[in-house]
């Protein structure tokens, strides 16, 4: 339905069709064809979306769009529009889309973070503003010494919002909100619907629209998913052997602990193989080095934390890899969502070891299949290990934990970042003439008959339609006073 949807069928300005037309999207995403013409209209929205979906033109073009269509006289330091995220790394992106489709309007943007010295950001809020983009942390250091002037914000866009509420944003986020003029538009994007987020999106937004998508690339349709079987104590190995063997480009590894991304990295380099890990005790430059690097395909291998990984936006991504399960299911979604994207494929590889077999039994459940274990051609465990660092404890409950303590003016508060440190989503050998079936005798116990399904047999189950993991409740329109 969607696919007949154009562009110029949504209302925007010819000098946003011009610069969409410049980056070369032919058809909007579902979650751009159904935000643009909500957003346009003027009224709050509540979208169920997550990177990877086009989201970030979603709210983007449109507040392009309203901006310029009723222009007034900016003062230095007081911004027309906010935009909240969690992270960095998603904060450069988000200004980074402004300044791409905004690039024949006359709008000016500022992105605005922790991390990085406060100078340069007291000077840019002597100009003038229209759009700013920031992490809670540092905008609160800001309101704190007076140096930013949120009165005149009309538009409010929070981006993946449950992201930022796992991280324990909310309080500042609150601590925001009441300095906000009461008459503005509001847009809250988030991946998920916990009760925490409704509870934010019913204070928060008025009569709003609704919209939601299914992730594009769930466990389902783009993602090949594999899993290797193997103990803790060989991981590193079978993560050198697999990069090699399968002659590995562009390889994202989600690491459960900044410690063990370190020690990952420093393997890989070791054997020979170009790598970097990025994480919240990173400093911004060398994580911004890293991802760049990355992005431009000269550094191979990419470790990251799952706060540090968020938001990321690199397109295309062939390879993830999870080096261990996360503790959260639909964290295991989030992950493989880094691959597969903008309709090409790619593929998902889990490393899991004896002790992390209930978890992966939570996210079969969760995406509804079971992922086919392989092992990898030509591994041979080492029989002499280096001595393993203590496995740090994971957090008990499965669900996330609700109200992270504490912020930082960084982004990612240190316990969130440890709290979330299972590792994220990776891919194993796409090739299945490369992967054979798993002996059972590294586990504690036999793999269960299903999951010796051959790669063809699950190929055919990735084909069948997925139940959107996110079914958020409605917030019914027209039942709410402005
Ligand atoms: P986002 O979900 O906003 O992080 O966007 C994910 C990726 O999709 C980004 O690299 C965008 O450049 C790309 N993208 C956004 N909209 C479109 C579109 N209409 N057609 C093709 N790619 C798009």
Not at 50 to 71: E, V
Not at 189 to 201: H, V
Request: proline share 8%.
């Amino acid at each position: 339905m969607t696919q007949e949807i154009k562009f110029t069928d949504l209302g925007l300005s010819q000098p946003l069709l011009q610069a969409i037309n410049d980056v070369g999207y032919t058809i909007p995403t579902p979650v751009q064809a159904q935000a643009i013409p909500l957003v346009l209209q003027g009224g709050d929205l509540l979208a169920g979306a997550q990177t990877g979906t086009g989201k970030t033109a979603g709210f983007t073009l449109p507040i392009l769009h309203l901006l310029s269509a009723k222009p007034i006289e900016l003062k230095p330091g007081r911004p027309r529009c906010l935009i909240l995220v969690p992270t960095r790394e998603l904060a450069a992106q988000v200004e980074e889309s402004v300044k791409t489709y905004g690039k024949y309007l006359k709008h000016t943007s500022m992105v605005m973070f922790g991390g990085v010295g406060i100078g340069p950001q007291h000077a840019r809020l002597k100009k003038p503003l229209d759009i700013l983009v920031a992490t809670p942390g540092r905008l609160l250091d800001h309101l704190g010494q007076r140096t930013l002037d949120l009165s005149g914000v009309e538009i409010l866009v929070l981006d993946e919002a449950d992201r930022m509420l796992d991280m324990g944003f909310i309080r500042d986020i609150k601590k925001i909100l009441v300095v906000l003029p009461k008459q503005r538009q509001n847009l809250l994007f988030s991946a998920t619907f916990s009760d925490e987020i409704k509870e934010l999106a019913e204070g928060l937004l008025h009569n709003p629209g609704f919209v939601s998508v299914a992730r594009r690339n769930t466990a389902s349709e783009l993602v090949e998913q594999s899993v290797h079987l193997v103990q803790q104590s060989h991981k590193r190995d079978l993560m050198s052997h697999l990069i090699k063997h399968n002659d590995w480009k562009q390889v994202l590894i989600f690491t459960r602990t900044k410690h063990g991304a370190n020690r990952l990295a420093e393997k890989l380099v070791k054997d020979g193989i170009p790598a970097a890990a990025i994480h919240g005790n990173k400093s911004q430059s060398a994580r911004t080095k890293a991802l760049a690097e990355f992005k431009n395909g000269t550094l191979p291998v990419l470790v990251a934390t799952d706060i540090a990984a968020r938001g990321l936006d690199i397109d295309q991504l062939p390879q993830v890899v999870n080096f261990e399960l996360p503790n959260v299911p639909e964290d295991y979604v989030h992950r493989i969502g880094r691959t597969g994207r903008a309709g090409s494929s790619g593929a998902a590889v889990s490393l899991v070891d004896p002790e992390e077999l209930k978890l992966l039994k939570d996210i079969e459940r969760l995406i509804k299949r079971e992922i086919p274990k392989v092992t990898a051609e030509g591994f041979v465990p080492p029989t002499r290990l280096e001595p393993e660092a203590p496995r740090p404890p994971r957090p008990q409950q499965q669900r996330r934990p609700q109200g992270a303590p504490g912020r930082t003016s960084n982004g990612p508060s240190r316990s969130s970042e440890n709290r979330n440190q299972a590792p994220r989503s990776p891919h194993a050998g796409r090739d299945p003439s490369r992967q054979q079936r798993q002996p059972s005798a590294l586990l504690s116990k036999p793999v269960s008959e299903q999951s010796q399904k051959n790669l063809s047999e699950a190929a055919r189950h990735q084909a069948m339609a997925q139940t959107p993991i996110f079914a958020p409740a409605p917030i019914h329109r027209g039942n709410r006073n402005k």
